[in-house]
T-cell receptor, first 115, second 115 residues
Framework: DVKVTQSSRYLVKRTGEKVFLECVQD?????MFWYRQDPGLGLRLIYF???????EKGDIPEGYSVSREKKERFSLILESASTNQTSMYLC??????????????FGPGTRLTVT | AQKVTQAQTEISVVEKEDVTLDCVYE???????LFWYKQPPSGELVFLIR??????QNEISGRYSWNFQKSTSSFNFTITASQVVDSAVYFC????????????FGTGTRLKVLA
């Protein structure tokens, strides 16, 4: 079974802190994604990566950056956390497809609270 | 532009009732993929089904069935004889060529099955 793990289930940080959210997948998937999930808004894509050291902006990249130094690991970085970044963060991975035809496998999520 | 609409925000049914979750999509591509995911209270999204635009056959998997109709741009999901364990948030998603690896998720439908 594909397994996607995220470093924390719950995280509380202060405004202005630098926050790292880690995601690891064990199925040698090329694609990895970071989403945030907010009530009434569904899942919104922050960044994705289709290869090591490659990254693409999603729909809401402002205030975030990412790092993919190894194929299995995709990190989301909040450079200076703000209260409007309080949310559930979901990581996902999928095999390489020509048009996004493969299903994504999700981690359990990290619920981040910024105070 | 790509869009996925799940107009039903929340549905409550009594156990053993049948329930249909609606999904309407918009895309200009002729090749695209549709997905359904389940998010139980634990938070982890679970893949349920993938359907490509060239296959309009309905699919049945146990108590789950999916009705794909290109004429109405809909990909509806029916649970027959619902059970309490079906209580979750269900997301419909679209992926097409213009979106490359990106998925567009609907806002989700929360299903509550009452004992």
């Amino acid at each position: 079974d594909v397994k996607v793990t995220q470093s924390s289930r719950y995280l509380v940080k202060r405004t202005g802190e630098k926050v790292f959210l880690e995601c690891v997948q064990d199925m040698d998937h090329e694609n990895m994604f970071w989403y945030r999930q907010d009530p009434g808004l569904g899942l919104r894509l922050i960044y994705f990566s289709y290869d090591v050291k490659m990254k693409e902006k999603g729909d809401i990249p402002e205030g975030y950056s990412v790092s993919r130094e190894k194929k299995e690991r995709f990190s989301l970085i909040l450079e200076s956390a703000s209260t409007n970044q309080t949310s559930m963060y979901l990581c996902a991975s999928s095999p390489l497809g020509t048009s996004g035809s493969y299903e994504q496998y999700f981690g359990p999520g990290t619920r981040l609270t910024v105070t | 532009a790509q869009k996925v609409t799940q107009a039903q925000t929340e549905i409550s049914v009594v156990e053993k009732e049948d329930v249909t979750l609606d999904c309407v999509y918009e895309t200009r591509d002729t090749t695209y993929y549709l997905f359904w995911y389940k998010q139980p209270p634990s938070g982890e999204l679970v893949f349920l089904i993938r359907r490509n635009s060239f296959d309009e056959q309905n699919e049945i998997s146990g108590r789950y069935s999916w009705n794909f109709q290109k004429s109405t741009s809909s990909f509806n999901f029916t649970i027959t004889a619902s059970q309490v364990v079906d209580s979750a948030v269900y997301f419909c998603a679209l992926s097409d060529l213009s979106g490359t690896y990106k998925y567009i998720f609907g806002t989700g439908t929360r299903l509550k099955v009452l004992a």
